[in-house]
């Protein structure tokens, strides 16, 4: 065959093809840190973008005929115009060299810059594998076989091998040279946790192939499936617990500062108390103990020695105007951040339930906004947060984030209500293992619920509730609609318990 093409799409990934009047083959090489292995699957499509041609000088030459090294886990290709490919299969440390007229041109990896001075030619490495060789060396396996791998020798440890005399040693060495010579199957297996390709039945079996091809190409599939899903499913796991701890920070901050500017005596309490006390403060004074009014006793109070009584309490009401601003800076603040914990917490637990390479792709497509800016995460919050008693209430801001909230934000065991007959928002109350939902709690929900619908200027509106589970999503249902089975009824004002009355 000659080659056809030659690139990579894929950071540590090369694709060759091969092609012979109808005929294509293709060596996808993975050659990352922690994965080496050669597949050949029949047929390759290319992307569209992110594709480099590499090894250029190959492409229309043929291949002429094919080496392996001798007790050396690497080969390569003889191509026409005196041109060699090398593969050197070296663990973390795997590489794919060119060779014009004798002389390394390219590399692969160009990190192991030493590769440049391999010569294939020379790679051959002769062992005596005999019996008195083997004998000299005590049957050990590393020093007679240094191709052998860990899977060999597990092999014959589990048949006893360490205890066998030599002699014993090696006939059982001769009888696994035989099968790794000419295999009766290829085993996908799993050994200490791990996914390997197996030339002997060891460990786990997980499949028997009889085709080396196929048994490479089914492997190497496998494995990226399933490292792949271990990969991004930890990334994932790891990119929203570090939001979510974040959030959870600065909350506790915000929360921590505000109960201070809340229960220290406020700027203008400071400020009432030095106005009503005018006569009573000597002229530059800088400590005066005065009657707090406020609590009731005596309290001190510093001053400044060049400024006068009343410029230091129209001082203090000016800062009581900016604490109030801080405050409610805060308390807003503290409302995001709720709602940031909340969408990161069930993130997390949508993601322990993808058990699948498939569930953890829906998962990555639906939860993208997440995984990416903090500032579009914020952005996509599709409910509004009440708090009470100790429990949260979530409500709904449109028909799109309604069906958000039920599908994302709201599971088996919570509490969803919705204003009956009519449209509106949903609304859901958290459930907290082992805490009965009060009925104080149910009601402000309802009154929400009924609040953010058409019913927001009844004077009593009928509000639906049941447990998550009840709820379902018809299929091709419009944003929103839902179908509810063994649904409650409440009836309540319309109304929002947690606006402020003026």
Not at 299 to 326: C, G, I, S
Request: charged share 25%; glycine share 4%.
């Amino acid at each position: 065959m000659h080659v056809a093409t030659c690139f990579s799409q894929n950071k540590d990934e090369l694709i060759i093809g091969f092609a012979k009047e109808k005929e294509e083959l293709y060596i996808r090489a993975m050659l990352t840190s922690h994965f080496a292995a050669l597949s050949f699957p029949n047929e390759f499509r290319r992307a569209r973008a992110n594709s480099v041609e590499l090894f250029e000088p190959t492409i229309g030459q043929t291949v002429e005929g094919i080496v392996q090294h001798e007790n050396e886990r690497s080969f390569y290709l003889m191509l026409s115009n005196n041109m060699l490919l090398l593969f050197k299969l070296f663990g973390n440390r795997s590489n794919i060299i060119l060779y014009e007229d004798n002389a390394s041109v390219t590399l692969f990896h160009k990190k192991f810059e030493s590769d440049l001075e391999l010569n294939p030619l020379q790679m051959h490495r002769s062992l005596p594998q005999n019996y008195e060789a083997f004998a000299a060396a005590g049957g050990n396996l590393k020093k007679i076989y240094p191709t052998f791998g860990d899977i060999p020798a597990l092999y014959l440890e589990e048949k006893g091998y360490k205890q066998q005399p030599v002699e014993e040693k090696w006939e059982m060495v001769q009888e696994v040279l035989d099968l790794l010579l000419a295999p009766e199957s290829y085993y996908i297996i799993r050994l200490e946790g791990k996914l390997r390709l197996s030339l002997l039945p060891l460990g786990e079996v997980l499949q028997q192939i009889a085709s080396p091809i196929e048994a490479l190409n089914t492997y190497t599939r496998t494995y990226l499936s399933e490292t792949g899903f271990e990969r991004q499913y930890e990334q994932a796991k790891q990119q929203l617990s570090k939001k979510l701890h974040a959030s959870q920070s600065v909350l506790e901050q915000s929360e921590a500062k505000l109960k201070e500017l809340r229960h220290d005596r406020s700027y203008s309490q400071t400020a009432d108390i030095i106005m009503a006390n005018l006569t009573n403060i000597p002229p530059r004074a800088t400590q005066v103990e005065l009657y707090d009014f406020y609590t009731d006793q005596n309290r001190t109070f510093k001053l400044k020695q060049d400024e006068t009584p009343q410029k230091q309490a129209e001082r203090y009401y000016r800062k009581a105007k900016n604490q109030h601003v801080e405050v409610k800076q805060l308390e807003e603040k503290i409302e995001r951040k709720l709602e940031e914990v909340i969408i990161f917490e069930d993130a997390l637990t949508t993601l322990s339930e993808a058990k699948d390479y498939k569930a953890l792709k829906n998962f990555l497509h639906d939860y993208a906004h997440l995984l990416t800016t903090k500032q579009k995460a914020q952005q996509e919050i599709p409910f509004r947060l009440f708090e009470t008693e100790g429990f949260k209430i979530l409500v709904g801001k449109s028909a799109k984030n309604n069906d958000l909230l039920t599908q994302r934000h709201t599971y088996k065991d919570d509490l969803w209500l919705h204003a009956k007959d009519v449209s509106g928002s949903h609304v859901v109350i958290k459930y907290q293992a082992g805490k009965t939902i009060p009925v104080t709690v149910l009601e402000k929900a309802a009154q929400l619920a009924a609040y953010y619908s058409k019913r927001k200027s009844d004077s009593l509106c009928p509000v639906l509730y049941t447990p998550k589970k009840y709820v379902r999503k018809p299929k091709g249902s419009a944003p929103g609609a839902v179908a509810v089975d063994r649904e409650k009824v409440l009836l309540v004002k319309p109304e929002n318990p947690f606006e402020r009355k003026v």
